[in-house]
Each structure stands twice: as structure tokens, then as C-alpha cells.
């Protein structure tokens, strides 16, 4: 067999669990094998890990189908579309768990099979100014998209249907389409074009950016499976057409490209809290805070960053209380989740997780004060994404033990594939936005909280 260098092994394991599926369709005769390998992309939407957990629109349905049919995963990264399908052709996989274009070229190499997506480009506007109705309204205006994509062949094709008069502006590739995005919502950029998939993600995250106008004929996708394996695909397309799948698919698609990314408070009644104090949990922050040697007002100022205190709310990655803990976190400190929510529970197994965190960083990051940085990035993003912006850091000239300007600029690079699957880095794609908004926003907190409140 070829040798195959551009893929990266995952060595997530998943055991499928037999769960019982309700299936109108017949199920295909021909006996599954023990572990399927499933292919797949790093991408915000189809297969990343947060805080250790790994997640996906796709990461989650190739998971269900699992379940259902009582089969273990092994899961393969590949770097490209092109390396993916290939990785399927030459045996290195089963089935491609990650969108692949129902076209000409694509028929002719791989079996589609499971739900049809269906995608459009979609022109990216500020919701608050005057609305583009209509892609003739686009002549005399400036659309910027990335340099060399899809996105600048297809608003080119579009200039020359209209006549021109489109100003486009092909940016460099260091920016991604969710940097366009955002550029997009803080006004420093009227328009980008993007596909709609990207843009109900990045809604999520930003209210304010309307997505509503098409731009581009649809694009249809599916999963695959090698053209010699149609009983693999008879299986997925009964699972995939099972009301089963299809509920649990509708859940997974609101989660990813409809729940909004921010924090949403329950209805639940809230403690006063008393007067003089932070919070109505300042004792807890003081109970635990000695257990790592951290002024306890900074433990106040990450949960009011996490969940401004309420203990009922959910983030749309599953996280929980006032420290906001991921179930699987929890549960590795012995936490279930009948007690997650439960304050002192929540703040005990979280400064638990801050000191391991802190162990692990100590030395790579030498200065106290700069460790608390890092520390907070790990408890946001996970420590894993942390260490490869560390590593890409030091390869590309900054300072690894420097967070402003340098650790946290190279977690921005995370986004971009060009340095996600660097050789350095070993935890693919991550959204660094959040994280280092984060940081920020946690020390500014605890600058306010030194200031007024006694320690």
C-alpha cells in the first residue's frame, strides 16, 4: 500500500454501546465489523475538541449511528479533502464521516450515502446597516473574500454575470472565513461571502451579522464510503432514514448551527447576593482557594466570566454551574451529574482542575504571574490546544512563555489550517477567539474585584 505521510492518527477510541433503533427501513444482512475507521477533517463544524471533549455536527451523528448498530469507531484526520479520499481509496478507512461534494468529479471515487446537506454561499452584511436584497445590488460596493477560493472564483463569475462593477478584494490566506466573519460584525469590513454551513456556525457567535442572501447555486453533500461497499452504504441510509437518527440529527444541528454560543440564563431564582460582597459563593471561593495558593478573588472573577454566578446555566457544550464544568471533567474527579450543578461541588472539582492544570504548566511557563495566563486559556480552550499554540509559538519566533502578543496570537493561528496541521501541533482546529476574550475578560474582572473588594 502507499505510503500515506500527510495523515495525523487520532487515537480516540470510541466502544459502541447496543441501543435499541427504531428503523422503518430494512437493515442491511451484510455483518458490520467490530471498529469501523471513519475519515475525517478538522473543522468548527464537523470534528474539533473543546476542553478535551471532542465534538461535531458529523463527529456526533457517525457517533449515534455507532450506537445504534453496537460498533466501536476509530477516527483518522486527514489535512485535506483530497488526502481524505484518498485515505477511503486506499483502504486506510471505511467511510468518510464528513461532507463530501455530490458532484462529477467526487461520484467517480467515492459512494455518497447517509443525509443529503445542502449548502449555498451566502453574503455576510452587518445586520444593522442597510440590507443587500439582491446580488445586483452588489455593483459599486466592496466584498472582500480569501485570496484563491472558491469564494473569489464565484464572486468573479458573479461580477461577470452582472456586467462588473463588484469591487473585490482577495485578502491574503492567513485569514480565515470566520476572521472575515467577525471583521464583518466589528465594522471593519461592509461584506465577505462565505458558505451558508460556516455562517449559521458563526451566527451563533454573532447576532449582529445577517446571512440571509444567497450568492451561488446550491451544493449538495453527503458522507462516503468506498464505490465497491454499497452494503456500508445501505446500512448508514437506514440508520440515516430511521426517525431515530433523524431526531437525534435535528438535536445535534440546533446544538452546532442554532444555539447561541453566549451564555443563557435559566429562569431559576438567584441568591441575593449580600452587600459587600462579590457573589452569594464568596465563602466557597475562600474555602477553596488555599487548595492552590490563589487569591480567591480571582476564582470569583472566572466564574463570574463563565457564568455571572448563576449555577443553572448550561452552555451549549454542555458545561455546568458556576464554574462551568464539562460532564466528562467532572466525572473524571469522581463528580457526577446529578451533583455537577451543586455550587461547592462545582468550585471544589473545578479548583482541582486549575491545580492540575497549573502542575502541568509549571514548567514550561516559569513566572507566576504569566503562568495564571496560560492557566486560565487551558481551563477555557483546554490545556491541549494551549501546549500546540506553545509549540507553534516557539517554531514561528514568539516567546512560548509569553501570553500577550505571543502564546496568544498563535492560538488565533489555530483557526487556519495552515497551522493546525502543522507537525507541531497534535489537537487540529480551534476557535482562539474565545479563549483569549477570555483571558481578558477574567483578568479584568479580577483587576475590578482587587480594587474593591478586600482580599
Same mark, same amino acid.
Given at each position: 500500500m502507499k505510503h500515506l505521510p500527510f495523515l495525523l492518527l487520532s487515537l480516540l477510541i470510541l466502544t459502541g454501546v447496543g441501543m435499541g433503533c427504531s428503523n422503518n427501513q430494512k437493515t442491511p444482512t451484510h455483518p458490520l465489523p467490530d471498529t469501523l475507521r471513519v475519515g475525517t477533517l478538522y473543522s468548527p463544524t464537523s470534528f474539533f475538541i473543546m476542553r478535551g471533549d471532542t465534538m461535531g455536527y458529523d463527529y456526533d451523528r457517525i457517533c449515534d449511528f455507532a450506537r445504534s448498530r453496537g460498533v466501536g469507531l476509530k477516527f483518522v484526520v486527514a489535512k485535506n479533502m483530497s488526502s481524505l479520499v484518498e485515505m477511503l481509496q486506499q483502504g486506510v478507512v471505511d467511510i468518510l464521516a464528513y461532507e463530501i461534494p455530490i458532484t462529477a468529479e467526487y461520484r467517480q471515487q467515492v459512494l455518497s450515502c447517509g443525509a443529503v446537506n445542502e449548502t449555498h454561499q451566502v453574503l455576510i452584511q452587518h445586520a444593522g446597516d442597510s440590507l443587500i436584497s439582491d446580488v445586483t445590488?452588489?455593483?459599486?460596493?466592496?466584498?472582500?473574500?480569501?485570496?484563491?477560493?472558491?469564494y473569489e472564483s464565484r464572486l468573479r463569475n458573479l461580477d461577470s454575470e452582472l456586467g462588473g462593477g463588484i469591487r473585490i478584494h482577495a485578502m491574503g490566506d492567513t485569514l480565515m472565513p470566520e476572521d472575515l466573519i467577525a471583521m464583518v460584525q466589528s465594522h471593519e469590513l461592509p461584506l465577505t461571502i462565505v458558505d451558508s454551513d460556516i455562517a449559521q456556525f458563526n451566527h451563533t457567535y454573532y447576532d449582529s451579522i445577517d446571512i440571509g442572501l444567497k450568492v451561488s447555486f446550491p451544493q449538495r453533500s453527503s458522507w462516503a464510503v468506498r464505490r465497491s461497499d454499497k452494503w456500508l452504504a445501505d446500512s448508514i441510509n437506514a440508520w440515516s432514514n430511521s426517525g431515530n437518527a433523524q431526531a437525534y440529527s435535528k438535536t445535534a444541528l440546533r446544538r452546532y448551527f442554532e444555539l447561541s454560543k453566549g451564555l443563557e440564563h435559566t429562569d431559576s431564582v438567584r441568591k441575593t447576593t449580600p452587600e459587600g460582597a462579590i457573589s452569594p459563593y464568596d465563602d466557597l471561593f475562600k474555602k477553596y482557594s488555599p487548595q492552590i495558593g490563589w487569591d480567591w478573588r480571582l476564582?470569583?472573577?472566572? &466564574?463570574?466570566?463563565?457564568? *455571572?454566578?448563576?449555577?443553572?446555566?448550561?452552555?451549549w457544550a454542555g458545561a455546568r454551574g458556576i464554574m462551568q464544568l464539562m460532564p466528562?471533567?467532572? &466525572?473524571?474527579?469522581?463528580? *457526577?451529574?446529578?451533583?455537577?450543578?451543586?455550587?461547592?461541588?462545582?468550585?471544589?472539582?473545578?479548583?482541582l482542575t486549575l491545580r492540575d492544570i497549573e502542575k502541568m504548566l509549571v514548567s514550561r511557563v516559569h513566572t507566576h504571574d504569566e503562568r495564571m495566563k496560560f492557566i486560565l486559556a487551558s481551563y477555557n480552550a483546554g490545556i491541549g490546544h494551549v501546549i500546540d499554540a506553545m509549540e507553534l509559538a516557539q517554531k514561528y519566533d514568539k516567546d512560548p512563555q509569553l501570553w500577550n502578543g505571543n502564546v496568544e496570537e498563535a492560538i488565533l493561528w489555530k483557526s487556519n489550517p495552515q497551522f493546525y496541521n502543522d507537525s507541531v501541533c497534535r489537537y487540529g482546529y480551534f476557535r482562539g477567539r474565545q479563549t483569549v476574550a477570555y483571558v481578558a475578560e477574567v483578568e479584568q474582572h479580577y483587576l475590578y474585584y482587587q480594587n474593591k473588594f478586600k482580599e
Open positions: 445590488q452588489l455593483v459599486g460596493r466592496d466584498v472582500y473574500v480569501e485570496k484563491g477560493t472558491k476564582l470569583a472573577a472566572i &466564574a463570574c466570566t463563565e457564568s *455571572d454566578f448563576d449555577p443553572d446555566v448550561v452552555s466528562s471533567t467532572a &466525572a473524571g474527579y469522581g463528580l *457526577d451529574m446529578e451533583h455537577i450543578a451543586d455550587p461547592e461541588e462545582n468550585v471544589r472539582v473545578a479548583v
